[in-house]
């Protein structure tokens, strides 16, 4: 258990709605980061958070946007979703910079699939 | 970040060890190498780092080439349970942002 909890496990919708995934990072951990990984994609890197604000983008598309809030859980929303938008999302922690750690510690996952 | 190498596919028997190398020849000289798998879809797990001096943690062994142009992750006794994707990634720390670029890995198949 890395510490790193994601709601929903499971979420399944149509095509052209909306979903909102939720992260709570680890204890004191100030970055969150997200992944998407699809099977043509692999893993990749989408967005970062530190601290409440945005630190870093990737390949994340304008239909997704993401938010850290005050007591750091993170959420991503993924709108007019598409079928090729079927994938595991994976949030990540990593501690604040003072500490001299850099590793991440991932989420369980949370498997989106659109019909 | 520096790109990487991996053989796409390993076979390992259980309890001998298994060696999985990476080469990433344009490393620089401020990059570390970082080590994650992932077993199954479960998120991805940290493993083990390195700058340029061998690591050793709980878990496995990391030896860096001295020209850091290739590295080898060495899990001393490997179990069924290691069966994963290994990742090697080279990144700099300590910037702006500090994602993690992951390529195709390396599948290890342990058998008994």
């Known amino acids: 258990d890395s510490g790193v909890t994601q709601t929903p496990k499971h979420l399944i919708t149509a095509t052209g709605q909306r979903v909102t995934l939720r992260c709570s990072p680890r204890s004191g951990d100030l970055s969150v980061y997200w992944y998407q990984q699809s099977l043509d994609q692999g893993l990749q890197f989408l967005i970062q958070y530190y601290n409440g604000e945005e630190r870093a983008k990737g390949n994340i598309l304008e239909r997704f946007s993401a938010q850290q809030f005050p007591d750091l859980h993170s959420e991503l929303n993924l709108s007019s979703l598409e079928l090729g938008d079927s994938a595991l999302y994976f949030c990540?922690?990593?501690?604040?910079?003072?500490?001299?750690?850099?590793?991440?510690?991932f989420g369980p996952g949370t498997r989106l699939t659109v019909l | 970040d520096a790109k990487t190498t991996q053989p796409t596919s390993m076979d390992c028997a259980e309890g001998r060890a298994a060696n999985l190398p990476c080469n990433h020849s344009t490393i620089s000289g401020n990059e570390y190498v970082y080590w994650y798998r992932q077993i199954h879809s479960q998120g991805p797990q940290y493993i083990i780092h390195?700058?340029?001096n061998n690591e050793t943690n709980e878990m496995a062994s990391l030896i860096i080439t001295e020209d850091r142009k290739s590295s080898t992750l060495i899990l001393p006794h490997a179990t069924l349970r290691d069966t994963a994707v290994y990742y090697c990634i080279v990144r700099v720390v300590g910037g702006a942002g500090n994602m993690l670029t992951f390529g195709g890995g390396t599948r290890l198949m342990v058998k008994p």
């Open positions: 390195g700058l340029k």
């Open positions: 990540a922690s990593s501690p604040s910079p003072a500490s001299g750690s850099w590793e991440q510690f």
